[in-house]
């Protein structure tokens, strides 16, 4: 339990950047989705109420129902499970009258705290749902009538409501976790007014209720992340009830308060003590869950905050996967990790040893003196009757057992994850990772675990960590970015519908519905379709498609682990080039002036090659200070006559490349731009033709020699490229100078709304299906 000095930390700062530095084009999303990309295509729709703020605070996804539940502030709401919002239904439900004043008079904010954040909504029963709220800081609790299956029933008796209180924090902004099982509401929470009560609380059902002692060994300052019932086996007296949270170390003696993360269990059937621990948790025991990366000199960094944990659950119901998101925030560096952990890690640290201190100036150590029967932690069941030794009930353990429980809840052993290390690290990132939810898929060649990860900035990220042979180390592949919400918003809330294929995202500013996926848009090509990587993805013989296991369809092509079009796609039509370069283009650049040449692949993983070709030679650009390849294209700072060619910009991703764009590149010598405007300004009739509207051709070039291009759009840009991409109302005072007609210069104005038309769905076409890029020089410019 070796924490780091400061020292270190710098070192292994530089250790994880360098780390992250030589992954980084692998950690770029492949497609990058904006808000509008993704309405526009049917792929999210957004709730938002129906008075335009619904300050989420709870969502219950009941498909049992087909509905989704939302808990606001003073709200709740049932919506369809499909894709349209209409028939939502709404229930107001404010504090009980006079706890908003009586709130307000405490001090409280009346926006953010004097109001009923619905916290919690679980399902009761086949009807019902159980609802609770921070009742503007006296929570309240009232069953919700959703009526049978197939019905759209949404009422509430506001005059049947019951205290919250254990059930639901008082504080909007407390962290808090529950599950409701058979009957009775486990909550992880600070019961009290001043949020200073933290427990785990058993309340509802038949059985008194039960809670922890007020015991710092037992739960220090607790922040509660998450709660769920895993059976151990097919006993059901064995069901343990599992919190997961993290808390102020007591077994880090060094006074630092420093944070770790705990798995904690409860016994389900767990009726506290007979005459110790009456009505108080007998079977709580905690270990820590260890999230970390090795740095040099043996020093791990630690991930020690748990921000979100999502159970993967199987046919196995014993054996769910754990994921969890932490993170590890100090003043040196902001790091992200995504730690998996298996139950039988999680078990064998609970059958370990006890974690023991002999007094206050012993270490910590393995407890090795004799454990009293049955074990602590242990469930009274079966298993541990002896002859003429039953266990009924935790009432019947000795007060040996009670004792020693009380004062031994933490485990030596901690748990580790999945090949002792994170399936993903995420540092020197702008955003926060906030909740994950996880989809096992069916692939050609296997399972695959898909990661969703919500930020802080409203945007989703679909990740998958590949293992490539028997190597430890995992490749993450982020497949999609998708900016779910219009403006920056932490993501509260994910929940998953494998049967609907679609993602429930929450924030403050509302819910969106999100297909899981939509392959079409990773393009027309096979090998578009390869390089996605995406195990939802399969090239069907024509299109990009959702992959289903065991259908009948022959032609299916996959390669998830490598990406590799040129194998998959070897008899499919490889050449996509007819499908990407729409033109071969010119561009005119003046000598000693600089120059760019625009080229953006699809995929922010590829890497550019240019290619240049005179006469019959084609050979790589070589690049310098002068000409420097950018993400955008290539920049001449200043180009020279000899530059003049034919570029070829080639994208090459995971061994497949295709050509992008072929541009042919004009040197203009001299002051042809200067003089252009000398002839104009001296009187130069310089568009008799035009007005004779026989040429379509620019007034400006009137007496250049060829090439120019013969329609009429193209001009508009070659003084775009000769003036530079500096500013458009240079180019507009150009135009003014040069053009002496008012028709001529209506006819400059059309052809400017044109040109600023044709580059508007020209970025439109090559960002349908790519997302919003970067955007390019020429965008900035059309759109200013
Ligand atoms: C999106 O859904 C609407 C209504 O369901 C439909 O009219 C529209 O064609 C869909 N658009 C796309 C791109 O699928
Ligand atoms: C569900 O619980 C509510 C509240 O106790 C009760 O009124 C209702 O009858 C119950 N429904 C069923 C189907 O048991
Ligand atoms: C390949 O493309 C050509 C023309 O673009 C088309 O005629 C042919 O059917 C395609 N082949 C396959 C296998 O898609
Ligand atoms: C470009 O620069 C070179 C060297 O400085 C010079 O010889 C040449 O005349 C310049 N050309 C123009 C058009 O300015
Ligand atoms: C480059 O182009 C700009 C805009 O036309 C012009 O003002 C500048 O003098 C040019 N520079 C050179 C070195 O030709």
Known sequence: MKELSLLSQNMILLFLLAMTASASKLNVPRLRLSYKDLLATNRSAIFSGHHGLLSLTSVFLDEYHDRLFLGGKDVLYSLRLDHTHSDSKEIYWPPLPGNREE??????????????????????????????????????????????????????????????????????????????????????????????????????GSRSTMRTETDQRLLHDPKFVAAHLIPDNDDHDNDKVYFFFTEKAMEDGDGRGAIHSRVGRVCANDAGGQRVLVNKWSTFIKARLVCSVPGPHGIDTHFDELEDVFLLRTKDEKNPDVYAIFSTISNVFQGFAVCVYRMADIREAFNGPFAHKEGPDYQWAAYEGRVPYPRPGVCPSKIINQPGRQFASTKDFPDSVLQFARSHPLMWRQVYPAMRQPLLVKTNVDYRLRQIVVDRVEAEDGQYDVMFIGTDIGTVLKVIALRSGNSLDTEEVTLEEMQIFKVPTPITSM????????????????????????????????????????????????????????????????????????????????????????????????????????????????????????????????????????????????????????????????????????????????????????????????????????????????????????????????IMQLIGPSNLPHVEEYCERVWCSDKLRRKHKTMMDKYRLAQESARKARNKGSGERNRTPRDLRSSK
């Open 103 to 204: 709130c307000v008079l405490k001090g409280m904010d009346p926006q953010s705290e004097c109001a009923n954040f619905v916290r919690l909504l679980q399902p009761y029963n086949r009807t019902h749902l159980l609802a609770c709220g921070t009742g503007a800081f006296q929570p309240m609790c009232a069953f919700v009538n959703v009526g049978h299956r197939g019905e759209h029933v949404f009422t509430m008796d506001p005059t049947n409501v019951e205290n919250g209180r254990g059930k639901c924090p008082h504080d909007p902004s407390q962290p808090f976790a529950s599950t409701f099982i058979g009957g009775e509401l486990y909550t992880g929470l600070t019961a009290d007014f001043l949020g200073r009560d933290a427990v785990i609380f058993r309340s509802l």
């Open 495 to 718: 929940d998953i519908s494998v049967k609907r294929q679609a993602l429930y995202v929450g924030s403050p500013v509302g819910v969106a519905q999100v297909r899981l996926h939509r392959c079409e848009t990773y393009g027309k090509a096979c090998a578009e379709c390869c390089l996605a990587r995406d195990p939802y993805c399969a090239w069907d013989g024509t299109s990009c498609t959702r992959y289903t296991p065991h259908s009948k369809r022959r032609y299916r092509r996959q390669d998830i682990l490598h990406g590799n079009p040129a194998l998959q796609c070897v008899d499919q039509n490889l050449s996509v080039e007819e499908l990407d370069v729409s033109e071969d283009r010119v561009v005119y650049g003046t000598e000693n002036n600089s120059t760019f040449l625009e080229c953006v692949p699809r995929s922010p993983q590829a890497t550019i090659t240019w290619l240049v070709q005179r006469d019959d030679r084609k050979e790589e650009v070589k690049t310098d200070e002068r000409v420097m390849s950018t993400e955008q294209g290539l920049l001449f700072r200043r180009l020279f006559r000899q530059d003049e060619g034919v570029y070829v910009c080639r994208s090459r991703e995971h061994g497949f490349s295709q050509t992008l764009a072929r541009i042919s590149l004009e040197v203009l010598q001299g002051e042809t731009l200067g003089e252009l405007l000398a002839r104009e300004e001296a009187g130069a009739e310089p568009t008799g033709k035009d007005r004779a509207g026989h040429r379509a051709g620019p007034p400006c070039y009137g007496h250049r020699s060829p090439p120019i291009p013969s329609h009429s759009r193209s001009w508009f840009k070659d």
